[in-house]
């Protein structure tokens, strides 16, 4: 336990699998309480199921980040059934890599509204509970290729993490006297994010750079808890971490 995350209420999109997954175990072993939000239900419930016979506190709430009523509906009943909320880590993201050539809108709409709508869906939710209570944190996750465009195929999903570290420091400018801000910048995790491709040839190229470079969900958790369990006056702004074998 810690004394600066036991106690702590935390929401955590895209909590059913990979960094969301992690995050949500690595704190509720800490002592925060966790409500793991996320579409897929069933696996949901088996995480809060092993989370809880391990001691901890979680809840299981089913939510589509790219809908903004159930995200504000999922804020709402975690404040009715804790009481507030202290952490908020908008990590639901979808990455489809391909040439732009192939002009993929679809999947390029479907990564804009995940990882930047879905993103400010989660601030927008839990930004009047902060205010109201005179504190609060946002976790963004971002990544690597929020600092260096990743190209070929992965240029759209590079705008659209660079959105997502512009949208995190233009937050904590506003917001950053009473609510902290933290954005995460992740380098190859083993997930299911490498696996959002729909053009075979990227995919596979995908696949194979993962194998030689890529780190455990549990690293960026650690990461996650370090920032969380700062005390009230330090707000770590940014945290890069990639495998160390990764060059880009």
Do not use: C
Not at 66 to 89: M, N, P
Not at 120 to 131: C, Q, R, S, T
Not at 140 to 150: D, Q
């Amino acid at each position: 336990m810690d004394q600066n995350i036991t106690g702590k209420v935390v929401v955590i999109t895209g909590a059913s699998s990979g960094i969301g997954e992690a995050t949500a175990r690595h704190l509720a072993a800490r002592g925060a309480v966790v409500a793991l939000a996320a579409r897929r239900t069933d696996k949901l419930a088996a995480i809060v199921a092993e989370i809880e016979a391990a001691g901890g506190k979680a809840k299981a709430y089913t939510v589509d980040v790219t809908r903004k009523e159930q995200v504000d509906k999922v804020v709402a009943d975690v404040v009715a059934a804790f009481g507030r909320l202290d952490v908020i880590v908008n990590n639901a993201g979808m990455m489809a890599i391909a040439p732009m050539s192939q002009r993929r809108t679809d999947e390029w709409d479907r990564m804009i509204d995940i990882n930047v709508k879905g993103l400010l869906y989660g601030v927008a939710a839990a930004l009047p509970v902060f205010e109201r209570q005179g504190a609060g944190h946002v976790v963004n996750i971002s990544s690597v290729a929020g600092i260096k465009v990743f190209s070929p195929g992965g240029t759209v999903y590079s705008g659209t993490k660079f959105a997502v570290r512009a949208i995190s420091e233009g937050l904590r400018h506003e917001v950053g006297r009473t609510i902290r801000v933290t954005t995460i910048e992740p380098g190859a995790v083993e997930s299911e994010l490498k696996f959002g491709s729909s053009d075979p040839a990227s995919r596979a190229a995908l696949e194979e750079f993962y194998k030689t470079s890529q780190i455990p969900a549990s690293s960026i958790a650690r990461a996650i808890a370090y920032a969380i369990e700062q005390p009230a006056d330090v707000d770590v702004n940014e945290i890069v971490l990639r495998p160390t074998s990764q060059d880009f």
